[in-house]
């Protein structure tokens, strides 16, 4: 394993390693606190987790935190779940978002595009002013620290402001993307019981226009604690009845008045995908999510106030919640709102051209959509501000890095690629992105500062070399403080603390290498399971999906009543191919070869899509289920689903089979 990929891809030049926010980091760490000077990042690393208290000392320090109380020490208890962070201090979030203003008040914060590609900007003084209006206006509704305030938005600007203006006033804000429908939105709404409601008369996607107001006025009827609907008319309509126009309450000139809340005050609230159950709401703090963003953005991102950040997402997803971090190093943040292929496949690239994108974060699926459509990003693009091109949602495979790589170099660009991984549950990354490091092929380049991240074996002992699961050792800022209406804290502990207690599991199987890079592999709660060999189902994707015919694959392993096994291959093929011996016949050699003949599947059945979740994660473990003959009401929550017409196939397929 750790000879596989023996030649980087990529290597930072010295200039790029030496300009790093990173290495000033250490430099300065190394000065203040003892940090390691030499030995790069992976002495820096290490000093991180053997030294966590000083180390997060030192980045609230070194990021200019403002504690508006100080705190008592660093970490009180450290115990997973319930370690307490920075106990006494006093501070905001949103106060630390908008502190740009003051020096670049005419500057760009916010770009909004959508489906014109036309850029609007918004300048810092115009977001300030309109937070403190926003703020102002809801304090006079009646909201309160710790109320909470939800938003059926799409991506722009009236949902970033609405969130720091509820961080401003210690509310708590939480979110859905306007193509959830009405039960996806109510599983997670009505969970946390919302005061406030903004919402959307509807949005734009593919060309079209989709009017959400039927769903809204669903919203409000099975929403009972909603005081107050604010409209904003994206389409142009009237606002419904009882509802507050958006321009009354932010035309106003008022300086935001910013609550100081304990550091572990809730933030806001994420979901799960909620594919087998209700989603679980995910409660994340005010300062655990400003230190923790800091860190990612500010140091392992290597953002600053020179650079525009792109990340292709919606208001249903983490990555919308990291993107608005962004504001935090003083980094111009991109906001699109339309379909990632609109009107073509490169449109993505198409934005970061037009917004002068520095980093650009998408998913591992548009860059392999991409490589198969016969998209040059950087031949048919102006791609020459891209420092960086970031990828998350599933592992990118070797072929993403190549052809990303080979498609800059080819027009002389010197582009990072960072894949990352981390989770909703953190709302950051365990690993990814160094701009210190080298990339190599397949791999994420190495653990995030602060993260103790480990593969264990089933008896709890770390491998390296090996594929064992993701866990991490150590307590992180971001972690949930709690879910929400989980009194007793069991179902935050079953999630993540029942299989090593007091070490947090996240589900992944991951392989550390020897030289200190990560290797994802996918889901462990569906990962297959071959005569006692585990095998990662992103592996069998990569081969599978090289093949031009082949649009989407899944695959599930399937333990039966015999003592036997079955692992079907489910293909979503191309327009125009058809799944006959030569292709069936290519497809298995392609696995025998490139994997392992343990690797090739049972059956091969072609399908007529891959259901996803809302965030357009593939489901293996609900399709698993009903294969194994679980009625499709009990296998998966159909609000989390993208298409749930496509479930029919394989229930009907579980119904043959028994």
């Known amino acids: ?365 548009y860059v392999m959509a991409c490589r198969k459509a016969g998209v040059h990003p950087a031949r048919d693009h102006d791609l020459s501000a891209v420092k960086c091109v970031a990828t998350t949602g599933s592992p990118l495979p070797p072929d993403g890095f190549r052809w990303l790589h080979d498609q800059f170099a080819d027009s002389g660009a010197d582009l990072w690629i960072a894949s990352v991984s981390g989770g909703t549950d953190v709302c950051s990354c365990f690993a990814g992105g160094v701009p210190t490091l080298p990339v190599h092929t397949g791999e994420l380049q190495a653990p995030g500062l602060g993260t103790d991240l480990q593969a264990w074996d089933p008896s709890g002992n770390p491998v390296i070399d090996e594929v064992g699961e993701l866990v991490v050792t150590n307590p992180m800022p971001s972690m949930p403080i709690r879910f929400w209406n989980d009194p007793d804290g069991s179902r935050y502990h079953d999630s993540y603390f029942d299989t090593y207690p007091g070490v947090w599991r996240h589900g992944d199987w991951i392989t550390l290498t020897s030289r200190g890079t990560v290797i994802i592999h996918g889901r462990s709660d569906s990962t297959l399971n071959r005569q006692g060999v585990r095998m990662g189902s992103a592996d069998i994707y990569e081969v599978v999906e090289r093949l031009p015919e082949i649009k989407e694959s899944l695959v599930i392993g399937i333990e039966q009543s015999d003592g036997g096994y079955w692992m079907p291959l489910f293909v979503h093929l191309a327009p125009g191919a058809v799944l006959d011996e030569s292709l069936l016949d290519r497809i298995k050699r392609a696995i025998r070869e490139q994997l392992s003949p343990r690797h090739v599947p049972d059956e091969i059945i072609e399908v007529p899509g891959v259901p996803h979740t809302l965030t357009g994660k593939r489901i293996e473990v609900p399709v698993k289920r009903l294969l194994q003959g679980t009625p499709l009401e009990k296998a998966v929550n159909p609000g989390s689903i993208d298409d749930l017409s496509l479930l029919d196939f394989y229930e009907d397929l579980a119904r043959k089979r028994a």
């Open 1 to 365: 394993m750790s000879t596989a990929n023996p030649q980087p891809l990529w290597q930072p030049d010295p200039e790029r390693i030496a300009q790093a926010r990173i290495t000033q980091f250490q430099a300065w760490a190394a000065e203040h606190h003892g940090a390691p000077a030499e030995g790069g990042y992976p002495a820096l690393h290490q000093w991180s987790v053997d030294q966590l208290d000083t180390f997060w000392k030192a980045v609230t320090e070194f990021f200019g935190v403002r504690f508006s109380t100080p705190y008592a020490h660093v970490l009180g208890d450290r115990s997973m779940p319930g370690a307490q962070w920075f106990p006494g201090a006093t501070l905001n979030y949103a106060e630390h978002a908008l502190r740009a203003a003051a020096e670049r008040p005419a500057e760009s914060a916010l770009l909004y595009v959508d489906e014109t590609h036309e850029p609007q900007p918004v300048s810092w003084a115009e977001l300030r002013r309109q937070v403190g209006s926003l703020a102002a206006g809801l304090r006079a509704l009646g909201v309160r620290p710790g109320d909470r305030v939800s938003g059926y938005l799409p991506n722009i600007p009236q949902a970033v402001v609405a969130l720091l203006a509820t961080a401003a006033v210690g509310a708590v804000w939480t979110s859905c993307a306007p193509d959830f429908g009405a039960r996806s939105v109510l599983d997670r709404f009505q969970q946390v019981e919302p005061v406030v409601l903004f919402t959307v008369d509807g949005y734009r996607y593919g060309g079209k226009e989709h009017d959400r107001r039927e769903i809204v006025a669903e919203l409000r009827r099975e929403l009972p604690t909603v005081r107050a609907v604010v409209h904003i008319p994206l389409l142009g309509t009237e606002a419904p009845e009882g509802a507050l126009e958006w321009s009354a309450l932010t035309t106003g000139d008022t300086e935001p008045v910013f609550e100081q809340v304990p550091f572990d005050h809730p933030l806001w609230v994420l979901y799960s995908s909620g594919t087998t159950g209700l989603p679980k709401a995910i409660v994340q703090s005010q300062g655990g999510i400003l230190v923790e963003h800091l860190k990612q953005l500010g140091l392992h991102c290597d953002l600053g106030p020179e650079d525009r950040f792109f990340w292709y997402t919606s208001t249903g997803w983490m990555m919308w919640n990291f993107l608005v971090s962004g504001l935090l190093t003083g980094t111009t943040i991109v906001l699109y709102d339309g379909s990632p292929g609109y009107p073509d496949t490169g449109a993505q690239w198409r934005i970061a051209e037009r917004t002068g994108a520095t980093l650009y974060g998408t998913s591992a699926a």
